[in-house]
């Protein structure tokens, strides 16, 4: 593929409601990042897979939030009884080896908004 | 991870050399400096990546000085659609996967 796509690129949701992102990361790349990003913000790190293993879920915000790519390719943030306060965009990334030093190549982001 | 401080904000004309500076004191011996540009409704892309004194690609400019506790993008003649924003980065390739990228700097180039 030509680079990393997020479906949906919109999504509305009222409070309370399940969402599922998700991610086509670039052919072949081992490691995938999530990011969330709020209006004006950087992009705040949430989760890693490195293939299918979920190295580092350190900045998941909370238990309401699970993600998985469990064929080591696609990847899919799930957010449960979704609040306002969810309501950001969230950026998929993919790497060859995940280290910082890595480039990495990210998608055009999933705006997500809680009504 | 390296602590990194950016201006939040600046603005340019076109045509006119821009230099964007880091401050990264913290900076660990292995770490590198990676900078990243983002536009409204995109993410991220990779703009240059160094370890000391100066790399140049054909976007920018890295400038690093000898105690590496600060960086500096340079952008040449920049034009409205350099308009972004620009992150600095800082870490090396076993400090593990968690990514800071700060709020970075506004970058608006007018007419």
């Known amino acids: 593929g030509a680079g990393v796509s997020q479906s949906p690129r919109y999504k509305v949701a009222k409070r309370g409601q399940d969402v599922a992102l998700r991610c086509d990361p670039i052919s072949g790349h081992v490691s995938l990042f999530w990011y969330q990003q709020a209006l004006g913000q950087g992009p705040e790190f949430l989760t890693y897979?490195?293939?299918?293993?979920?190295?580092?879920k350190s900045g998941l915000p909370s238990d309401r939030f699970f993600a998985e790519r469990p064929e080591g390719s696609v990847s899919t943030l799930k957010i449960q009884r979704t609040q306002q306060e969810d309501s950001a965009v969230y950026l998929c990334?993919?790497?060859?080896?995940?280290?910082?030093?890595?480039?990495?190549?990210f998608g055009p982001g999933t705006r997500l908004t809680v009504l | 991870l390296a602590k990194t401080t950016q201006p939040i904000s600046m603005d340019s004309y076109e045509g006119q050399e821009v230099n964007i500076t880091c401050s990264h004191n913290n900076i660990a011996t292995n770490d590198y400096i990676t900078w990243y540009q983002q536009f409204p409704s995109q993410g991220p892309r990779f703009i240059i990546q160094?370890?000391?004194t100066k790399v140049t690609n054909e976007v920018a400019s890295l400038f690093i000085p000898a105690d590496r506790k600060s960086s500096t993008l340079s952008l040449p003649r920049v034009s409205l659609s350099d308009t972004a924003v620009y992150y600095c980065l800082v870490g090396d390739k076993t400090g593990g996967f968690k990514t800071i990228f700060g709020a970075g700097t506004r970058l608006f180039v007018k007419a």
């Open positions: 990334a993919s790497s060859t080896t995940g280290a910082i030093t890595d480039t990495q190549y």
């Open positions: 897979f490195q293939n299918e293993a979920q190295l580092d």
């Open positions: 160094g370890y000391k």
